[in-house]
């Protein structure tokens, strides 16, 4: 079992940038790829970055490539998400997630799943 929890959203203008924090614990967090997902009012859960057990391998959803940063404190248990440039698309509840091993795009590849943590990025 691993348990998640995201802290560090929260109301932020456009152009402006915050930083995401998940914490784990449980299991052994260096054999676990992390992600980053995101969810909008009546719409469904989308990528939005992942790093592989190693920290080798980074994926970025289209819409975040150059803006957002993910990284990952295996000595911490803890995955960020740097989120730069923000736009009011941006605007949703952000969740961690956690799998074995490799990195994964869609929400059913992951095991665990933080609570979220809301962004709104005002225009």
């Known amino acids: 079992q691993v348990q998640l929890v995201e802290s560090g959203g929260g109301l932020v203008q456009a152009g402006g940038s915050l930083r995401l924090s998940c914490a784990a614990s449980?299991?052994?967090?260096?054999?676990?790829?992390l992600a980053w997902f995101r969810q909008a009012p009546g719409k469904e859960r989308e990528f939005v970055a992942a790093?592989?057990?190693?920290?080798?391998?980074?994926r970025y959803a289209d819409s975040v490539k150059g803006r957002f940063t993910i990284s990952r404190d295996n000595a911490k248990s803890r995955v960020y998400l740097q989120m730069n440039s923000l736009r009011p698309e941006d605007t949703a509840v952000y969740y961690c997630a956690s799998r074995l091993l490799s990195v994964a795009t869609y929400p059913n590849d992951y095991t665990y799943w933080g609570q979220g943590t809301q962004v709104t990025v005002s225009s």
């Open positions: 790093v592989s057990y190693t920290g080798a391998t980074i």
């Open positions: 449980g299991r052994t967090f260096s054999s676990y790829a």
